[in-house]
């Protein structure tokens, strides 16, 4: 590799991935972490069929801090999926490709995710 | 001599039809996950510190018991989809490929219909 100009092959290891290729990569992530927490929740919805004290049970482990991180992320993981979901049906429409168009929709869908997710909390609380 | 038609032969091995399907009702999902999932997001964010009498009547209110069913049928159906890109591209033995999305379809199938089946479990009985 010494004193060689010839371009690198764009592998992962050497290759820093532009913001949209973050999001796009982080789309697919969120999408297969938010089934996994949909069967979480099936869980947790049988506790509840089961009666108050299996749901308490549930409900203790979901108040803790471990899971309100659990449910927090899982909520922002399904607002980023939301968000990023939109601009691919955007896309879908034959809109919104080029390169400055791009990054201003990547740059929208993070600051549309943290509005959405500071709103949920602050629903939440009253 | 060969007494298969060529259609016959490529029948069951997946046909373009079925791709273009399969990217369609991705789509016709997610629109109608949009609204669906603020509403799931923005609802789950309150879960940490509610009762069960309180999440049982949020259950038991005839339009949160609606949106619930179809939120959970759409979104395992959007989420098997998904899934099965994912498993499409980056598992490579064919055997294991199949096999694997045919996993994830029945366990996501069965956990689907439990929940839906506790959903109208607490909605009808509480």
Redesign the interface.
């Known amino acids: 590799m010494t004193g060689s100009n010839r371009p690198l092959s764009p592998h992962l290891q050497v290759y820093r991935l532009p913001l949209t290729g973050i999001l796009s990569i982080t789309h697919?992530g969120t999408?297969?972490l938010?089934?996994m927490g949909?069967?979480l929740?099936?869980y947790g919805?049988?506790m509840?069929?089961e009666g108050?004290e299996s749901?308490?049970a549930f409900?203790s482990v979901?108040?803790s801090v471990l899971?309100?991180i659990i449910?927090?992320s899982?909520?922002i993981g399904?607002?980023f999926?939301?968000c990023h979901?939109?601009r691919?049906?955007i896309w879908?429409l034959g809109s919104g490709f080029l390169k400055q168009h791009m990054n201003l929709l990547a740059v929208f869908e993070i600051i549309l995710m943290i509005v959405?997710t500071i709103?949920?909390?602050v629903?939440?609380l009253g | 001599m060969e007494i298969k038609t060529p259609l016959a032969k490529v029948r069951s091995f997946g046909s373009v039809t079925s791709c273009v399907v399969h990217w369609w009702y991705q789509?016709i999902t997610?629109?109608a996950?949009?609204p669906l999932?603020?509403w799931?997001?923005?609802a789950?964010?309150?879960?940490?510190?509610?009762?069960?009498g309180e999440?049982?009547e949020w259950?038991q209110r005839p339009w949160n018991t609606l949106a619930l069913v179809v939120f959970i049928m759409l979104?395992?159906y959007h989420?098997i989809l998904?899934?099965q890109v994912?498993l499409e591209d980056y598992v490579h033995t064919e055997w294991m490929q199949t096999k694997s999305i045919l996993a994830t379809k029945l366990v996501?199938i069965s956990?689907?219909l439990?929940?839906l089946?506790?959903?109208l479990?607490?909605a009808f009985t509480g």
């Open positions: 697919r999408g297969v938010l089934t949909l069967c929740l099936a919805l049988w509840l069929a108050e749901y308490l409900q979901v108040d899971g309100r449910l927090y899982w909520v399904l607002f999926h939301f979901g939109i691919h049906l879908d959405l709103t949920a909390f629903f939440s | 789509r997610a629109i996950l949009i999932s603020l799931f997001g923005f789950l964010m309150s879960l940490p510190g509610a009762g069960y999440v049982v259950i979104s395992f989420a998904g899934l994912v996501l956990i689907a439990l929940m089946f506790a959903v479990k607490v």
